[in-house]
């Protein structure tokens, strides 16, 4: 017997997970219970507050646009635009349905023939991304 099966209730932490305990393992109980950072206590504002000079590079990685909160992405350039900073957002991994200036669009599909193409995104990008 499954652990689903033995269990009273089910939480998980996206909507893709809980579909598939009801369909694959077919949970009776399932709840959506979203899980964010891994921290006791909310930082104080001022704790937060930083001072940029330089542009802000936001790493987005995943191949659902939509399921790993591509929208969520957008929205944050576009508030941090709309603040005054230097902003952009790369994405690996997928092809957004939607295109925005400040987005840069670097889909991985053959790894062996995209390998410089990576060394740069490393030496320029993601070494200087914020996480």
């Known amino acids: 017997m499954s652990a689903i099966k033995k269990s009273i209730i089910q939480v998980f932490p996206s909507k893709w997970a809980l579909n598939s305990a009801k369909v694959d ?17 909310d930082p104080d504002v001022e704790e937060l507050i930083k001072q940029y000079d330089s542009n802000i590079n ?5 191949k659902d646009w939509k399921r790993k909160g591509g929208d969520i992405a957008l929205e944050t350039i ?22 925005h200036p400040k987005m840069i669009n670097m889909l991985i599909i053959n790894i062996s ?19």
């Open 25 to 41: 393992y077919n949970a009776e109980n399932p709840f959506l219970v979203k899980m964010g950072a891994n921290i006791d206590e």
């Open 58 to 62: 936001i790493l987005f990685v995943g």
């Open 78 to 99: 576009d508030y941090l635009d709309n603040q005054g900073y230097k902003v952009d957002l790369t994405v690996c991994g997928c092809i957004p349905p939607i295109k």
């Open 113 to 131: 023939q995209t390998i410089p193409s990576i060394i740069n995104f490393i030496n320029n990008k993601l070494f200087n991304t914020i996480y």
